[in-house]
C-alpha cells in the first residue's frame, strides 16, 4: 500500500498564521500542563492509600482509571481531533481536563473514593485529546528527519512538569500526616469534622487552581494563531484509511507494544517511588521527603530530554533508544539486587534513561505515514493504557512478593523497548514510502 508523504506546508496562506518556531514555543506549554497533571497522581496516590486505607492493588486504581481513559477514549478523541483540526482539539482536550479538574472539589468534600476516580477519568479524558492532537502536531512542525528532536525537546517541557508536581504536590497534599480511621474515631466530633475538612482542601484548592489555568490555556491557544497543518489530517485522506490500515505497518504495530511497556515502566516506577522508598531497608523516609526524589526522578527525564534532543540530531534514534532502555534493565536488576542507598539512587536514576523513550518511540511510529498519521496517533495513545495495567499488575505482584522484588515487572518492560529500537522501528521498504 503506497502512502502518500507530501512534504507538509507548515506557514500557512496567511500572514497572519504564525512561524513554526513561535507554534512550537506555544504546544510546548501544552506538555507542560499534561506532564504535570499526569505526575500529581504520584502524589495523590500516597494520599488516597492513606486516607481511604487501601492496599496497593486498590491504590493503583488511581491509574488504572486514568491512564484507563487513554484506551477507552483514544479512538473518539482521534475522531474529535480529526473533525475539530489539531488546533481545536487542542482547545477541546485543556476544556474537557479542566472539567476534570474541577470535580475533585465534590469528590474531595464527600470523601468518596469513586468521585476522585470519575475526576480523574474526565481529566485524563482531556489529556488523551491533547496527546492526539499535540504530539502529531510537534512531530510535523518541521522536516521529518528531525522529528524526534523537536517532540523530544517538547516533552522536555513535559517533564519540567512532571518535575515541579511532586514538590507541589509535596508540600499541599502531603503536607499533613493521615490519621487512620481509628485515630479519627477516637478525636471529638468538632475535631472530626476541622480534620476532614482540612483534608479535604489539601486536594481541593491545588486542582481547582489547575482547572482555572487548564480554562485560561484554552482562551490562549484559541485566540493564537496556529499553522493548521491539514494535509495530515483526515481531511486530507481521499482514500478513508482505516484503523487497520495503520496496523499494517509493522513500525506501528511493534510502536503500539512498545509504548504500552515504556508508559507502563515508567509510571509503574513513578506510582510506587513514594511507598518504595519510605522503606525502612530503602530509604526510611517520610512520605513528604519521599517525594522530593520523585521529583528528582523526573528532573532526570527532563535533563535527558533536553540533552537528547541534541543528540538525537546527531545520533540515530533507533540505537540511543536502544541504549537508553539497556540502561534501565541494568539499573533495575541493581535495584532488585541491593538495599539502602543503592536501591534508591538505581531506582531514581531510571528516570534520566527514561527521558527520550516516549518522543522517540512516537516519532519513529508516525515515521513515513502521510494521511495514515492520525490513525497511527491514536493507536499509539491508545497504547499509554500500559500506564493502567502495568501499576494494576505490579500492584497485585507487591502485594504478594513484596514491593521491592516486584520492580522485575517494569524491567521485563524495558526489555522490549530493546528489541523496538533495535528492530520493531524499521518501517517495512520495497515501495520507498514505509507502506
Not at 71 to 76: A, D, E, I, K
Request: one cysteine or more.
Amino acid at each position: 500500500m503506497a502512502i502518500p508523504t507530501t512534504p507538509l506546508k507548515t506557514t500557512g496562506s496567511s500572514a497572519s498564521v504564525v512561524n513554526p518556531r513561535m507554534a512550537l514555543a506555544v504546544a510546548t506549554t501544552i506538555f507542560f500542563m499534561w506532564g504535570f497533571l499526569t505526575s500529581l497522581n504520584d502524589v495523590l496516590i500516597p494520599h488516597l492509600k492513606a486516607v481511604f486505607e487501601l492496599n496497593y492493588t486498590r491504590a493503583m486504581l488511581v491509574q488504572f482509571t486514568f491512564f484507563g481513559a487513554y484506551f477507552l477514549m483514544s479512538l473518539p478523541a482521534g475522531r474529535l481531533v480529526a473533525r475539530l483540526g489539531y488546533k481545536n482539539g487542542i482547545v477541546a482536550g485543556l476544556v474537557i481536563a479542566g472539567i476534570g479538574a474541577l470535580g475533585f472539589w465534590p469528590a474531595a468534600a464527600l470523601r468518596v473514593y469513586e468521585g476522585f476516580l470519575a475526576s480523574l477519568f474526565v481529566l485524563a479524558t482531556g489529556i488523551t485529546v491533547l496527546q492526539v492532537a499535540a504530539n502529531p502536531y510537534v512531530a510535523l512542525l518541521g522536516p521529518e528527519q528531525t522529528a524526534s528532536s523537536r517532540l523530544t525537546l517538547a516533552q522536555a517541557l513535559n517533564s519540567l512538569g512532571t518535575t515541579l508536581a511532586p514538590l507541589f504536590g509535596g508540600l499541599l497534599i502531603l503536607g499533613t500526616t493521615v490519621k487512620s480511621g481509628d485515630q479519627i474515631d477516637a478525636l471529638p466530633a468538632a475535631e472530626q469534622l476541622a480534620y476532614r475538612v482540612t483534608e479535604a482542601q489539601s486536594v481541593q484548592g491545588p486542582y481547582v487552581g489547575l482547572a482555572i489555568a487548564l480554562v485560561l490555556l484554552a482562551v490562549f491557544v484559541y485566540l493564537f494563531r496556529l499553522p493548521p497543518l491539514s494535509e495530515a489530517t483526515e481531511q486530507a485522506d481521499r482514500s478513508h484509511h482505516t484503523l487497520m490500515d495503520a496496523l499494517r505497518q509493522p513500525h506501528v504495530l511493534f510502536g503500539v507494544l512498545a509504548i504500552f511497556f515504556y508508559v507502563g515502566a515508567e509510571v509503574s516506577i513513578g506510582s510506587f517511588l513514594v511507598n518504595y522508598l519510605s522503606m525502612p531497608e530503602i530509604g526510611g523516609l517520610t512520605e513528604q521527603q519521599a517525594t522530593n526524589y520523585v521529583s528528582l526522578y523526573w528532573g532526570g527525564a527532563m535533563i535527558g530530554r533536553f540533552a537528547g534532543s541534541a543528540l538525537l540530531v546527531r545520533l540515530s534514534p533507533r540505537k540511543l533508544l536502544a541504549g537508553f532502555a539497556v540502561a534501565n534493565v541494568v539499573l533495575l536488576a541493581l535495584t532488585l539486587m541491593s538495599s539502602g542507598q543503592t536501591a534508591l539512587y538505581c531506582i531514581v536514576a531510571t528516570g534520566l534513561f527514561n527521558s527520550i523513550m516516549f518522543p522517540t518511540i512516537f516519532a519513529l511510529g508516525i515515521e513515513r505515514l502521510g494521511p495514515l498519521t492520525n490513525k497511527a496517533s491514536s493507536l499509539l495513545i491508545m497504547a499509554i493504557v500500559g500506564g493502567a495495567l502495568i501499576p494494576l499488575l505490579q500492584g497485585v505482584l507487591a502485594d504478594r512478593i513484596g514491593l521491592h522484588h516486584s520492580f522485575i515487572v517494569p524491567l521485563l518492560c524495558y526489555g522490549y523497548v530493546i528489541f523496538y529500537g533495535l528492530v520493531g522501528s524499521r518501517p517495512r521498504t520495497g515501495n520507498g514510502q514505509g507502506g
